[in-house]
């Protein structure tokens, strides 16, 4: 049986599970993929650190530098996080021609061209699987299971901590920060939880799947996205009531030879749509093929286990291309789909909650400035609560060009009736494809 030594950089909540998981299933890893991995060398950041695993004996080192001596590891897996030492590392290791595993979504996404491009001409493969949706298995669906449809659509909760926030707050009431706190103890959020709040952890993932999906590596600046921060508990109930739920959702779309959407927003989705049971840290991914219909890829997004069931995922193809196949490219280019369509041409049903002065006619008014801008009203209602003499008003509105609804918000802050900026939000219909 063929060993495969391996060399691993970061033992965080990702790393340590990794290396815990493969010491337990070592036996049936070996049965089922004829090799054998082992851990021989690990960088951290702090090697005095205590850990919560037992290391076999191995002592980690402070620099990446030293996992890189010759005789070289038969594999590199990068779990450190972060766009600086991480690019270095993975350059020098793909440099070398040696394979790599990465779960970091951020440095893919910011910089996934220069190194698929550098792994393509280095013969190096790179593996990928944990950089998004955590423990499903969505990077080898998009680029295998799904190789002959062309994706119309997907509808993805792919980030755990978002979702976790806005479940805990919906279901009971928390507030952001205690809701917050509790995904950073449980190991879901980023070592920078901005990141997850505004909703470019879910981007960095969406830019992979949909890069994967239309063969061009999607510039993160044309993708439009906006975190949970502005969610607030009444907006939820008020969601609730109209019988929606509301979630951050990475939106992909295309239709051949035309341009894509790709975007990250929060979004009321009705509570019939599966995707409205997506709770906790759970993630899903609702991909329609233009071939197999509609398709559903759920759990756990985030986490040390998930994440590493992954990681052990690409390990087993990491060895099988090392005992005997030529790698297959991470990435395969091609030109069957056109720009990123910029997010003021998109057409979408919104969410407007007004904070209003309650008196008459004030109703009519804003009926008539959406009215103007070509804007239906699906519903509305006025809950009988008062904020110190000012009224709310929530509609729900037809489609709408999103420039559009942006001027009528504009328009509607200005009247002397509407006591606070307008808040928006989408409203998406996933099956709607
Ligand atoms: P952690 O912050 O828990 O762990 C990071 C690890 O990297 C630590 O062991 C740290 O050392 C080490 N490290 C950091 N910088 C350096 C450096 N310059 N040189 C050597 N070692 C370094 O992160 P996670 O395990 O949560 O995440 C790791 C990666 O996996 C990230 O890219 C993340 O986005 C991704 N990911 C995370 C998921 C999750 O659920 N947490 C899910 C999917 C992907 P020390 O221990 O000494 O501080
Ligand atoms: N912080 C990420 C999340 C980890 O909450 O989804 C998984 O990528």
Known sequence: MKTIQIALAGLGNVGSGVFKHLTRNRALFESRTGCSPLITRIAVRTPAKERSISLNGIEP?????????????????ELMGGTSEALKFTRAVLERGCPLITGNKALLAEHGAELFELSATRGAPLYFEAAAAGGIPIIKTVREALVGNHILSMHAIINGTSNYILTRMASEGLDFAEALADAQHYGYAESDP??????????????????????????????????????????????????????????????????IEVRVHPALITKSHVLSSVKGVFNAVAIHGDVVGDTLFYGRGAGADATASAVLGDIADAAATLRCA?????????????????????????????????????????????????????????????????????????????????????????????????HVLWVEHPSDT
């Open 194 to 259: 901005t990141l997850d709040i505004n909703g470019w952890d879910a981007a960095h993932k969406a830019i992979i799947l949909a890069s994967l999906a239309y063969g061009f590596w999607i510039d993160h600046k044309q993708v439009y996205v906006e975190g949970i921060d502005r969610v607030t508990q009444s907006d939820i109930c008020y969601a609730d009531l109209l019988g929606y739920t509301i979630k951050l959702l990475a939106i992909i779309k295309a239709t051949p030879g035309t341009d």
């Open 326 to 422: 030529k790698p297959a490219p991470a990435f395969r280019p091609h030109d069957l789909y056109g720009r990123c369509r910029p997010i003021d041409e998109i057409v979408s049903q919104f969410y407007l909650r007004l904070a209003v002065e309650d008196q008459p006619g004030v109703l009519a008014k804003i009926a008539e400035i959406l009215g103007r801008l070509d804007i239906g009203i699906l519903s509305v209602i006025q809950p009988e609560i008062r904020d110190e003499g000012a009224a709310t008003l929530v509609l729900l509105l037809h489609d709408a060009p999103r420039k559009k609804m942006q001027e009528a918000a504009s328009v509607l802050a200005d009247l002397p009736c509407v006591k606070a900026p307008p």
């Open 61 to 77: 080192v402070a620099d990446w530098r030293s996992l890189m001596t010759d005789p070289l590891p038969d594999l590199f897996i």
